[in-house]
């Protein structure tokens, strides 16, 4: 049977051991090391949820809204059969029309349901899909219309609003990723609601640090208006960050985040870093300058950690927007970016040597470059005690790549100086079933050790339950 049918056309289940070892004796031990997690509450500390829409607590809309125009993870997949991305509605800049009707939307997806097929968007969408919304069939052109109509029903339900959805689906806490100048009256609405310590903010300057993106004057004047701090020069512009990066402590956040593509960390002097802002505001720093001062600010950024305590995470080696056209006509975010390889030990040794024994400084590296884990990142966290190694992220957020990143930093990092698992998602609906993904891994990679007689049992089942929920806990500390 496979990880997803019943036989004889019977009603659509999922395998109680999808994502489990094929070998039965691992097997055995996976699914009591698995039993320890499956029902723990979601700790969901790294994604991009919105605000607004978790304040609103509206009904979603329809389908086609809630899981395919939005999902970068979803187009893509079906934009490299030759399928334009009008055909799935993913909208112009130029307001040129695209496909709005969302039935047909939701007929193209279902129709190429088997591109999926091996991916782990076809694991969290199964999950969600007959575990959350109860669908009894499986995606295709026959069933579009069917499943269109049982999802209707159920997001019409009070029991499918985002908020109540967070208490159903065991999110205990779920954070936000929000810009730096945002100004988090969000946040505050649910806090008045009670629910400030439940759903948080994540400070994320990135717009900020890069002086020659298009639009950096118009956000460090918005930075000056929300921080009410004069920007006019590197010293005003350092206390308008600290002074924004108070304000989201005060509203609950815990962490900061930057998206740099490098991982330079090279502090400058005070005087280079005020000449070069001084240039930035000029409207004349050339791209070398700019990128010096980025990677300086990730040197300031820690330093400002080590005051505020918000956890600090680095998520680099994305090339963003990698078709200058697409970008042009749809905008970010549509499934053009791509990994390129990444270096950490050169580069962040600056910010390691003055804070990696920091007792106040807690730091999180991501990586989509996988050959970097045994090499480079591993022996790094296994001795600095303020770096941790955050989970398999993004290209390597599969089943495959979980296993490989347990394989290759555990021998060096042990489990101990990793995150757990730390999602990254803006499909609020697939936040329980990447975690769930998570802990059947790593269920059968303890179960591996078990049967090699590396560990015994009780200390598995232990190790487990600190990855899937004690060490996001520990990495992710409230600070009021």
Known sequence: MSSSTSPA??????????????????RDLARSIYSSTRDLPIVSMHGHVDAAMLNADQPFGDPAEVFVVPDHYLVRMIVSQGVPHDA?????????????DPRAIWRTFCEHWHLYRGTPTRFWLEHVFVEVFGLTERPSADSADRLYDAITERLATPEFRPLALVDSLGMEIL?????????????????????GERIVPTFRPDALLHLDAPAWADDVA?????????????????????ARRRAFVAAGARATDHGHLGTDTTPLGTEEAGRIFAAAL???????????????????MARMSTEDGLTMQLHPGVLRNHDAQVLAE???????????????????????????????????VFTVDETIYSRELAPLAGVYPAMKLGAPWWFLDTPDGMRRFREMVTDTAGFYNTTGFVDDTRAFFSIPARHDLARRVDAG???????????????????AVDLAYRLPQQAYPALH
């Open 9 to 26: 056309g019977g009603p659509w289940r999922l395998h109680p051991d999808r994502a489990l070892p094929a070998d039965p004796t691992t």
């Open 88 to 100: 799935l509605g993913v909208p112009r800049r130029d307001g040129r029309p695209v496909e709005t």
């Open 175 to 195: 954070a936000t990723t929000d810009p730096a100048t945002a100004t988090l009256a969000d946040h505050g609405a649910l806090a008045e609601r009670g629910w």
């Open 222 to 242: 918005l930075l000056a208006e929300r921080a009410d701090v004069a920007v006019d020069s590197y010293e005003g512009y350092l206390r308008a960050l600290e």
């Open 282 to 300: 000029r409207g004349d720093v050339t791209t070398g300058e700019a990128t010096a001062f980025s990677g300086h600010m990730l040197f300031e």
């Open 330 to 364: 749809r905008g970010p975010d549509v499934g053009y970016d791509i990994p390129v390889s990444a270096e950490f030990s050169r580069s962040l040794r600056p910010l390691l040597e003055a804070f990696g024994h920091h007792p106040a400084l807690r730091f999180i």
């Open 445 to 463: 990679f303890l179960a591996r050790l078990v049967a090699e007689h590396r560990l015994e049992l009780d200390e598995a089942a232990e190790t």
